[in-house]
């Protein structure tokens, strides 16, 4: 079984400073991918990005990056310059990376807000 | 390239009746699967169809069921509608193979 812990509820941040949403998890799989995911207050989830268990790399799409630590099993997601638009609820979630294996198991999520 | 797109985005019924969403896939993506949304138990796994079969499930009563058309789109029913059946229900499509889902705006459920 896999499970995702976010323990940080929600977080307030000022604009332009740098911050960090913690996730931890724990699976079995030897081969898994991990996400992140944004859910403003209009209820989409927009992806932001992916780490492959396999990659030695850290991921960065423009102003996000994943802290990836393998052994401690933490994939923690680096917002920088942050901006009032980034004020949502973010996701931790993963999966297998299984062939059919499309179930994403999610964290409890971390609000964000960005004050001015 | 359009986004996964689902309908209606609101819906009110009451309990003891059915309800049917709908989400149409990112062009090209096969694999469609479905989550529910709540504030007490967060995003579930509900199913997921790739080709027309259901290919994974998660843990809901069979009141929930769904389908998938040759075309890719999905609905997913939900029959003898309970207060807790109330939630935000969130489509997601990927590629074969591909890592990534990509959601939908979601539909709004609300059971009175």
């Known amino acids: 079984a896999q499970k995702i812990t976010q323990t940080q509820p929600g977080m307030f941040v000022q604009e332009k400073e740098a911050v960090t949403l913690d996730c931890t998890y724990d699976t079995s799989d030897q081969s898994y991918g991990l996400f992140w995911y944004k859910q403003p207050s209009s209820g989409e989830m927009i992806f932001l990005i992916y780490?492959?268990?396999?990659?030695?790399q850290n991921a960065t799409e423009g102003r996000y990056s994943l802290n990836f630590q393998k052994a401690r099993k933490s994939a923690n997601l680096v917002i920088s310059a942050s901006q009032l638009g980034d004020s949502a609820m973010y996701f931790c979630?993963?999966?297998?990376?299984?062939?059919?294996?499309?179930?994403?198991?999610f964290g409890q999520g971390t609000r964000l807000t960005i004050n001015p | 390239k359009a986004g996964v797109t689902q309908t209606p985005r609101y819906l009110i019924k009451t309990r003891g009746q059915q309800v049917t969403l709908s989400c149409s896939p990112i062009?090209?993506?096969?694999?469609v699967s479905w989550y529910q949304q709540t504030p007490g138990q967060g995003l579930q796994f509900l199913f997921e169809y790739f080709s027309e079969t259901q290919r994974n499930k998660g843990n809901f009563p069979g009141r929930f069921s769904g389908r998938q058309f040759s075309n890719s789109r999905s609905e997913m029913n939900v029959s003898t509608l309970e207060l807790g059946d109330s939630a935000l229900y969130l489509c997601?499509?990927?590629?074969?193979?591909?890592?990534?889902?990509?959601f939908g705006p979601g539909t709004r459920l609300t059971v009175l």
């Open positions: 062009s090209g993506h096969r694999s």
């Open positions: 979630a993963m999966r297998p990376l299984i062939q059919g294996a499309q179930k994403l198991v």
């Open positions: 780490q492959g268990s396999y990659d030695e």
């Open positions: 997601a499509s990927s590629s074969q193979g591909a890592d990534t889902q990509y």
